[in-house]
């Protein structure tokens, strides 16, 4: 008992200081290749409970990262995931692609790695009143034939990449704009 106490309080402070619960958005069903250093959403103060934003506004996250692999080309995707109702698709981008992204692939192993990424908040009608969204920015390796879907529950299913680099979790309370 006092074994299984001490893990927990151990994963507790690790999680605490690092920031390690919110790297990896689905421990479960993923495999990642990334070690998270740092990030940051531009605008958002991530230790409180959500960040603030309004309709069609554009978040820009940036990400330090370590590759525990050699990476010949990823990409990013940004989903939105409210309490109740589907998943708003927000952006998929090619970021060896993307000049503006700071990388450039391919990534080799053990090196350390900053992107930069914006993705603009929907505005339309799915998005007409306020509501408090899970936004999940993935890093992936870009392979379609890993591809599979994953139910995330409450009858929302997602295709995705089984291989992550690694993927950035936040809340989110979206105010409409008047």
């Excluded at 978040?59 to 990823?74: D, P, R, V, Y």
């Excluded at 914006?118 to 890093?139: F, G, H, T, V």
């Amino acid at each position: 008992m006092s074994q299984i106490l001490f893990i927990c309080l151990s994963l507790l402070i690790f999680g605490s200081v690092t920031n390690a619960s919110r790297w990896g958005c689905d421990f479960l069903h993923s495999q990642f290749v990334g070690t998270l250093i740092n990030y940051s959403v531009e605008g958002c103060n991530l230790e409180k409970r959500a960040c603030k934003i309004d309709v069609g506004e554009t978040l820009n996250i940036s990400i330090t990262f370590t590759t525990n692999a050699l990476i010949e080309n990823a990409y990013a995707k940004v989903d939105g995931v409210p309490d109740i109702g589907p998943v708003v698709f927000i952006k998929t981008e090619n970021i060896c692609e993307n000049e503006n992204s700071g990388i450039k692939c391919p990534l080799d192993q053990g090196l350390q790695f900053t992107y930069k990424g914006s993705a603009k908040i929907p505005d339309d009608k799915s998005m007409s009143w306020q509501d408090e969204l899970d936004i999940y920015w993935r890093l992936l390796i870009a392979d379609e034939e890993k591809n599979e879907t994953m139910d995330h529950g409450y009858g929302v299913k997602t295709r995705q990449a089984k291989t992550e680099i690694g993927c950035i979790q936040f809340r989110t309370i979206v105010y409409e704009l008047d």
